[in-house]
């Protein structure tokens, strides 16, 4: 039975991603609304970080476990592997360096989920196109000049960054307008068009070592010896 309702639709996307009983990190936690949630839904053992101290002090006033830091300079505090879950909900767009950021999420984390806005949605193309402005959506909502978000980026640049990255895509998954959404697939030209916003659970690509036959299995197999007469 759920216990508590979310106000964001991300938020019951990432709770269907993770596994109960998980320790989760939530990076750019806000007032903690999020992981209050999971702990109540999914028990899970939860910890946070955002930057802005009323917002930690109005998590802490909930009982949560949550740190005032900077996602861009304060993840080293934690140790390689620490959570099996490491979450960045609408603030990759947000960070200075987010390649660097990412790769920390899943230093620290088994699996990362990251949710961003998606800057090649049609609407956001057309306003480019017709206006010569740069857009304002429902999901983009500030005008350029007040905007927090510092690299807009789109659902191909995603999936392109991470393949180069060595990082694995396990899920995603596309929020398109009325909150419908749909499982992406790696033809990302008509998702690209239509999603105004996408949730990706990545880890990191693990590769099998190549083995290697020693000298004395191949010198002393039959085919070996075959070829020496």
Known sequence: MRTHTS?????DLIESMINSNSKI???????GNLIKQLENNKQSNTRGIEIDGDLVRNAINKGLSVIQGNAETDLKQYSDQSFDYVFLSQTLQAMYNPKIVLHEL???????????????????????????????????????????NIHFFTLKDFQEMCKNSNINIEKSIGLISKNKQFEITNNSFFPNLIINEAIFLISRKTYEPIKIK??????????FIANQR
């Open 7 to 11: 106000i964001r639709k991300d938020w």
């Open 25 to 31: 990190l939530d990076v750019g936690c806000g007032e």
């Open 106 to 148: 899943l230093r620290i984390g088994a699996k990362a989920i990251v949710s961003f806005p998606n800057f090649g949605h049609w609407n956001v193309r057309l306003q480019l196109l017709f206006k010569g402005k740069m857009p304002v959506t429902n999901d983009l909502p500030f005008a350029w000049y007040e905007t927090p």
């Open 214 to 223: 020693s000298k004395q299995k191949i010198f002393s197999s039959p085919k």
